[in-house]
């Protein structure tokens, strides 16, 4: 938990790189952690990575189906794929 505390703290700060590691290492120690996921994915389509966004709260979905925050955060950029959102859904 204190990691993903660390990477929001450094995404709030726009350190972007620092934010993404720190989300990493959540990730790394707990893999089945939805909410370094949902994380990892604001990190992402902060820095213009939409499709790791995607594939980061999709994951985090599949490991949460009820995880709002990701399935709301994600929703733009659903849209402006040619992917459909996590289980059909939105």
Known sequence: MALQNI??????AGRLEAAREALAQAIEVNP???AA????GAVEIQG???QAAIAAWRRAVE??????D??????????TTA???PHGRI
């Open 7 to 12: 990477g929001s703290v450094h995404l709030s």
């Open 32 to 34: 089945s952690w939805a």
């Open 37 to 40: 996921w949902n994380g990892l």
């Open 48 to 50: 213009g990575n939409r």
């Open 63 to 68: 490991l949460d189906p009820s995880n709002f």
């Open 70 to 79: 990701a399935l709301s955060t994600s929703r733009p950029s659903w849209s």
């Open 83 to 85: 992917s459909s959102p």
